[in-house]
């Protein structure tokens, strides 16, 4: 298959929010357009769905807080449910990013917050040893993965998980097409996105390129081909990958 000029990407993530990003580099350098739409959004779960878990947050003394995203989606629930967290709440964070995020919800100097090091729960080892009576609260996503349960069942630790936000398709408006000569996939999660907005599609010289194996691994069971993917020894980004792609399309 001789594929298309590719002149067209569609990114299938959010737009940076700071103007910054090696994809612009990529637009000025090849001449070409890039759309930045994500297949895929996340959606907190109602006050409803919630209150159906029977769970009560002023009950815990701790929060265990996995991503941004988890941050995001706890206060954001707090907020409907008008409850206001008390100072003496503690919070365990996956790396310190995590930790400065929560400045956007609570005065984080007046706050116990502890931060693993390394981006890894077992970061928090000290933390959890000094702090090991607590009741903790686990937010977490509807599709999780058990690292940091396990850990915390390890320790012996107390705790609680409540599914807090899920991962959905990011529809398409009816009549809206797909007008890009290639698309770059993140996750799994996004090639089912777009197989649910656009049951037809078909790839031919269309070019796909993709971040990840499980991601790549889903494309090629799709039966699609795929033209580029990162991250590899040699071109360790997504952006970096696609440059050596460009090059080598927009030659022909």
């Known amino acids: 298959m001789t594929l298309r000029k590719v002149k067209k990407i569609l990114i299938s993530q ?22 930045f739409r994500p297949f895929i959004k996340v959606e907190r779960v109602t006050a409803k769905e919630f209150r159906h878990q029977r769970i009560n947050i002023l ?9 941004r995203t988890a941050v995001d989606n706890f206060f954001s629930l707090c907020e409907e449910l008008k409850i206001t967290m008390p100072e003496t709440m503690k919070y365990f964070c996956i790396s310190e990013t995590v930790a400065l995020y929560l400045q956007k919800y609570i005065v984080y100097r007046k706050r116990k917050i ?29 599709e999780h993965n058990e690292e940091v349960l396990n850990y915390l069942t390890s320790k012996k630790l107390k705790f609680t998980v409540s599914v807090m936000y899920r991962t959905v398709s990011n529809d398409y408006a009816e009549g809206e097409t797909l007008d890009a000569d290639m698309l770059i996939f993140f996750s799994p999660l996004g ?29 090629e069971d799709e039966g699609w081909r795929l033209d580029c993917e990162a991250p590899t020894p040699e071109y360790p980004s997504m952006a970096m990958v696609l440059d050596a792609f460009l090059k080598e399309n927009l030659k022909k």
Request: proline share 8%; aromatic share 12%; charged share 20%.
């Open 14 to 35: 959010p737009e940076p929010s700071n103007g910054k990003s090696p994809y612009y580099e990529l637009r000025e350098k090849f001449n070409i357009e890039l759309q």
């Open 191 to 219: 090639v089912q996105a777009l197989k649910k907005n656009f049951p037809d599609f078909q790839q031919g010289d269309m070019a796909i390129g993709c971040f990840g194996p499980a991601t790549a691994k889903v494309i």
């Open 114 to 142: 502890f931060f693993s090091q390394t981006g890894k729960i077992e970061g928090l080892n000290t933390a959890f040893t000094k702090h090991s009576k607590e009741n903790l609260l686990v937010p977490v996503p509807e």
């Open 59 to 67: 009950d815990f003394t701790g929060i265990v807080m996995t991503s």
